[in-house]
């Protein structure tokens, strides 16, 4: 299973491929246009993007080069058209794969797998620090078999720590792999957001059980002594 993100502006399209994606197993989410689609891919990293050439806002190369600006999530472009003259410019724009209309689920679900094989970015099981475990998946984090209430990039900054145990990580690169922003200025984000999480965590700054500062550096998550 894999986060979907669908930008398509036809909604029997989006609506049939929605419906057929998650009866494969897959989570979907979809948008009708380029901007708004260029915000979810941003806000919710989802793990590929099937991405409509035809929408109404923007060309879907010029919207993929502004994704290519702010992230590396796999993306496969459909379109009608199938030349080479029309492909080459989104391959190298970027796109991962392509998919010619029509297409089924089942075809776009094969090109999907395909992708995340050679990207690397399959969404792996549940990742174990002591009594916490985050779902990539189901975005779903439990500490002691108690769900936690994570926002959204709550979430993702504990997956991405989660995902280097006893690992120091700089501000720079969390602001950097999970906000997508340069470092500069927006390192008070980051003490929030690592505020919030301990305190879902029931732990504080001063006595730590999974978020340890080192001071200078940066932060990592550590299995409690």
Same mark, same amino acid.
């Given at each position: ?24 197993? /897959? ?6 246009? *380029?901007? @708004? ?6 806000? !919710? ?10 929408? &109404?806002?923007? @060309? ?23 030349? @080479? ?20 689920? *089942? ?18 099981? &549940? ?16 500490? !002691? ?10 979430? !993702?900054?504990? /997956? ?32 929030? /957001? ?17 978020? /340890? ?13």
């Amino acid at each position: 299973m894999a986060d979907i993100l669908l930008i398509e502006d036809d909604v029997a399209i989006r609506t049939a491929l929605s419906r057929g994606l998650r009866e494969l197993g /897959h989570a979907v989410t979809s948008s009708p246009t *380029a901007l @708004d689609g260029l915000r979810l891919a941003v806000e !919710d990293r989802p793990d590929l993007i099937v991405l409509d050439l035809g929408l &109404p806002d923007l @060309d879907g190369v010029d919207m993929l080069r502004m994704l290519r600006a702010v992230s590396r999530v796999p993306v496969i472009v459909a379109t009608a058209r199938d030349g @080479d003259a029309e492909m080459v410019p989104v391959l190298d724009a970027g796109a991962d794969d392509y998919v010619v209309k029509p297409y089924s689920s *089942a075809q776009l679900d094969a090109r999907i797998r395909a992708v995340l094989r050679r990207s690397g970015d399959a969404p792996p099981g &549940p990742l174990e620090v002591g009594g916490l475990s985050v779902d990539p998946r189901a975005r779903v984090a439990t500490l !002691d078999g108690e769900t936690l209430d994570l926002t959204p990039r709550e979430f !993702d900054v504990l /997956h991405y720590l989660a995902a280097r145990p006893g690992e120091v990580v700089t501000k720079r690169e969390l602001l950097t792999e999970v906000w997508q922003l340069p470092y500069g200025g927006a390192d008070k984000t980051v003490d929030v /957001h690592l505020s919030w999480l301990r305190r879902k965590l029931g732990e504080t700054a001063s006595e730590p059980r999974y978020l /340890h500062t080192v001071r200078g550096v940066g932060v990592k998550l550590v299995e409690p002594s």
